[in-house]
Nanobody, 123 residues
Framework: VQLQASGGGLVQAGDSLRLSCVAS????????MGWFRQAPGKEREFVAV????????SYKDSVKGRFTISRNNAKNTVYLQMNSLKPEDTAVYYC?????????????????WGQGTQVTVSS
């Protein structure tokens, strides 16, 4: 599975961004998909995950109500809509897919990773 993330940028606090991740190489609709992020000097952390059908989602507590994960299986794409961005959301954001149908929040449970897209939120 190859994953290509895009949509990052430099924004001000309170602004919105939408990240996209296009998958190829395997039937996208059979994959759970996750978003993770890594800030400088910190470990990679879970942000959100969505089931293969889109019927189940889970979020990191600090992004609940601000971020929304969604997917379009016809376009092999998963999205992360980020609203009300805060400086502490600044990080490199990665999309990832497991080999199975897990909705895990653990990075080690994911087998395929995109290259990351930088999100910088200024105060």
């Amino acid at each position: 599975v190859q994953l290509q993330a895009s949509g990052g940028g430099l924004v001000q606090a309170g602004d919105s961004l939408r990240l996209s991740c296009v998958a190829s190489g395997r039937t996208f609709s059979s994959l759970s998909m996750g978003w993770f992020r890594q800030a400088p000097g910190k470990e990679r952390e879970f942000v959100a995950v969505i089931s293969w059908s889109g019927g189940m989602t889970s979020y990191k507590d600090s992004v609940k109500g601000r971020f929304t994960i969604s997917r379009n299986n016809a376009k092999n794409t998963v999205y992360l809509q980020m609203n009300s961005l805060k400086p502490e959301d600044t990080a490199v954001y990665y999309c990832a897919a497991p080999d199975g149908l897990t909705l895990s929040m653990e990075p080690n449970d994911y087998d395929y990773w995109g290259q990351g897209t930088q999100v910088t939120v200024s105060s």
